[in-house]
């Protein structure tokens, strides 16, 4: 797609995904196994043909570089580029960034590049799939200073979302951010194809015109929040227009939902298919062998490359992601894993047998149920992780608890035995 260039942007701290957060930005959290969040606005502008790709970030970037670094190198003889752009000192600023509006001020020189005509800006934290072509098209058959997609949400979502009002002409007549139900009510759709969900919310995608988007950056040299301060100037004089998206659709930048979207990627139906031929969500090619199951009981989960499940284990709607060690008899129920970044040999391992730090993976009899465990984790033998008081917010000494979620940190210790109940 020519003269359209794309600003992703990943540098908030990501307090919704803490402690996945805790050492990487939110671009950098592992997704389904084998991916990374950043993984899927990359892959949606490369299928779409859009090659010219900026990630904004600040925060604990330096994880999120190694993977754009190691994932997207782009073909020499097409053009086209994935780079990564930290906040840095210039001669015009000196500090880090205040919002979002404030990263594309910042930035948006870079995008002056071959005539650029229209910015897209995506988020970091979503899961879907759309070709941005049509969205592209669409845009500038409008004349629209800016195309905004939307999806239809229920009444629960709508109060945690920007919900906006749209004519016969798709054109957006009022944009409110996280309405209460004063507003809610002024925002329902009587004729929606899908009465659960009669309200229609933005998706965290912009396509701006370039000349438009540059004018109100410099109108409003103060504001730093591009959905709370530079859209709804557009809104006011008629100059957005909505663009309808009917696929799946989900945010991930909480441990709630992105906990429920891992249960349902593992279920019979999921909703976001990975293995679709069309629209292929790209990530690093790792070289690792395929993995090793011996006499166990798998249900209703996906297993990421490189892992060694060993016999009488259970697996239950769960994500097993690469190079994960499963001893004997250890059941999983509803649990993420996100893998390891290297392996041990079986002479490491046994030298680790019974010491105070495990060896990598999961030791032998060890149940876990409703948990995400960071990279590199080291679970003891017969360890219980269950949560049966089902405590919704904790911190102990090697875990936290959030929204009834176990959460191990990467690089997590947790000796032979333990119990969390």
């Not at 409003?220 to 591009?226: C, E, G, M, S």
């Not at 992601?321 to 002479?347: C, F, H, K, M, Q």
């Not at 060890?366 to 904790?394: H, M, Y």
Request: glycine share 10%.
């Amino acid at each position: 797609m020519q003269r359209v260039v794309c600003f992703i942007l990943g540098g908030g701290h990501g307090s919704g995904l803490y402690p996945l957060t805790l050492s990487r930005s939110v671009p950098a959290v592992p997704l389904a196994g084998k991916y990374r969040l950043i993984d899927v606005p990359v892959s949606n502008c490369i299928n779409s043909g859009i090659p010219s790709i900026f990630i904004l970030t600040q925060y604990q970037s330096v994880s999120l570089h190694r993977h754009v670094t190691n994932t997207y190198k782009m073909d020499p003889f097409h053009g086209g580029f994935v780079e990564v752009l930290a906040a840095q000192q210039t001669n015009e600023a000196s500090d880090w960034y205040k919002g979002t509006g404030d990263a594309l001020r910042k930035n948006l020189s870079h995008a002056e590049i071959d005539g650029c005509t229209d910015v897209l800006v995506l988020s970091a934290d979503q899961l879907y799939r759309m070709d941005f072509r049509t969205l592209v098209q669409g845009h500038r058959a409008s004349g629209a200073a800016c195309t905004l997609p939307v999806t239809s949400v229920g009444p629960n979502r709508a109060r945690r979302m920007g919900i906006v009002e749209i004519d016969a002409g798709q054109w957006v007549r009022s944009f409110v951010e996280k309405p209460g139900p004063e507003f809610l009510d002024g925002l329902y759709r009587e004729n929606a194809e899908d009465p659960s969900r009669p309200f229609l919310a933005s998706m965290g995608i912009y396509l701006f015109q370039m000349s438009a988007l540059k004018e109100i950056l410099a109108k409003l040299p103060n504001a730093t929040d591009l959905v709370t301060q530079i859209l709804p100037l557009l809104v006011n004089p008629g100059r957005v227009r909505a663009h309808r998206h009917y696929g799946f659709w989900e945010d991930l930048g909480t441990v709630r939902s992105y906990f429920a979207t891992h249960m349902a990627l593992a279920g019979e139906k999921p909703p976001f298919e990975f293995h679709s031929p069309e629209g292929v969500i790209y990530t690093r090619m790792r070289n690792l062998p395929g993995s090793r199951v011996q006499s166990s009981s798998i249900r209703n989960t996906l297993i990421s490359d490189g892992c060694e499940i060993s016999e009488g284990s259970q697996l239950e709607q769960s994500v097993i992601g690469v190079r994960s060690i499963l001893g004997r008899n250890v059941t999983l129920r509803n649990t993420i894993l996100l893998g390891s970044n290297y392996s041990e040999s079986p002479a490491e391992r046994s030298l680790r047998t019974g010491s105070a730090e495990p060896p990598l993976g999961i030791g032998d009899g060890t149940i876990i149920e409703q948990a995400i465990l960071d990279k590199n984790f080291r679970v003891g033998r017969n360890c219980r992780l269950v949560n049966s008081s089902q405590v919704q917010f904790a911190d102990g000494p090697f875990y936290s608890i959030r929204d009834g979620v176990i959460l191990l940190p990467a690089n997590a210790v947790v000796p032979d035995g333990t119990t969390i109940s």
